[in-house]
């Protein structure tokens, strides 16, 4: 059973760096394939994806967040970590890691419950 | 980047109608489409991926169809728990896109 679970703080200040971690069971970051992704919801409006990190430390990210962003992962605690420098009240959000369960497989399979991260001073 | 236009923006239904939502892309993204539902205060969930594949244990009374830039989800008999968000998501081309999301509700 695939499980992902995020934390992180649920309020920072404008300018702050925020990291969150993602925390998952059930399958491994070693396997060939394997990715995890994030994803922000803004309350009320769409998905936006974020950030991906593949089994062999391949990275994607968004165009428009990519000098904000980082993201890492550690294999032996089947953790990913989402970097983001630099915020500000519109990136207040709910942030979301996810399951990517091949290479050229396009969709996430398993979401974690979500953290709300609101950016205000 | 694709653009993933969704409509309607929202939508009221009685139980046992059929419901069609339809996703536009901008380009041409083959049959590189997901659809997700997402309860009211829930995480999505993946329903169909690759345009028409059900993920498994997915109800049968959803279904998907589609190419190119135009894709369709139906709910073909809704019932009360099908009362949720529904997102479409490309994966034709980089930053991976959703469309703006459908709210379906009961009438």
């Known amino acids: 059973q695939i499980t992902l679970r995020e934390s992180g703080p649920t309020l920072v200040k404008p300018t702050q760096t925020l990291t969150l971690t993602c925390t998952f069971s059930g399958f491994s970051l070693s396997t060939t394939g394997v990715g995890v992704g994030w994803i922000r919801q803004p309350p009320g409006k769409a998905l936006e994806w974020l950030a991906l990190i593949y089994w062999n430390d391949d990275k994607l990210y968004t165009p428009s967040l990519k000098s904000r962003l980082t993201v890492t992962k550690d294999t032996s605690k089947n953790q990913v970590a989402l970097t983001m420098t630099n915020v500000d009240p519109v990136d207040t959000a709910t942030y979301y890691c996810?399951?990517?369960?091949?290479?050229?497989?396009?969709?996430?399979?398993?979401w974690g419950q979500g953290v709300l991260v609101t950016v205000s001073s | 980047d694709i653009q993933m236009t969704q409509s309607p923006s929202s939508l009221s239904a009685s139980v046992g109608d059929r419901v069609t939502i339809t996703c536009q892309a901008s380009?041409?993204?083959?049959?590189?489409l997901n659809w997700y539902q997402q309860r009211p205060g829930e995480a999505p969930k993946l329903l169909i991926f690759?345009?028409?594949a059900l993920e498994t244990g997915v109800p049968s009374r959803f279904s998907g169809s589609g190419s190119g830039t135009q894709f369709t989800l139906t709910i073909s008999n809704l019932e009360p728990e099908d009362i949720a968000t529904y997102h479409c998501?490309?994966?034709?081309?980089?930053?991976?896109?959703f469309g703006g999301g459908t709210k379906v509700e009961i009438k």
């Open positions: 998501q490309q994966y034709g081309g980089l930053p991976l896109t």
């Open positions: 996810a399951h990517r369960p091949g290479f050229w497989s396009g969709y996430f399979s398993f």
């Open positions: 380009q041409d993204i083959n049959n590189y």
């Open positions: 690759d345009t028409s």
